[in-house]
């Protein structure tokens, strides 16, 4: 059975299956959507990783202050590690970023992808 595509919108957080590169198996993540609506209805959504503070900082690292309206259950940092996924594969949608996450977010996607 096929499952059907999600369509969210630039700074949904949803969840996604996140494979593992040393073994076969896979695990599920948050990640921000980047890319707008109406790029997301051809099939694919551009998308950011999001992971714990805890982690080796990486260029463009930004820490969310508003993680429950997110839909985070702990504080957390959006990770400029982008890729591209189908739809269908997106697994539900957890929150939105905050108006001000947004807004400390938004110098870095410029500094660091132009």
Known sequence: MTRPSVICDRWDVVVVPFPFSEKAAEKRRPALVLSNAAFNAAGH???AMITTRGHKSWP???ALE??????LPMPC???LKIFTL???VILRHLGCLSNPD???LEPNLSTHLG
Not at 66 to 71: L, R, S
């Open 45 to 47: 959504t551009v998308m």
């Open 60 to 62: 463009g690292d930004c």
């Open 66 to 71: 508003d993680f429950g309206e997110a839909g």
């Open 77 to 79: 940092l959006v990770r």
């Open 86 to 88: 189908d739809n269908r």
């Open 102 to 104: 947004r807004a400390r």
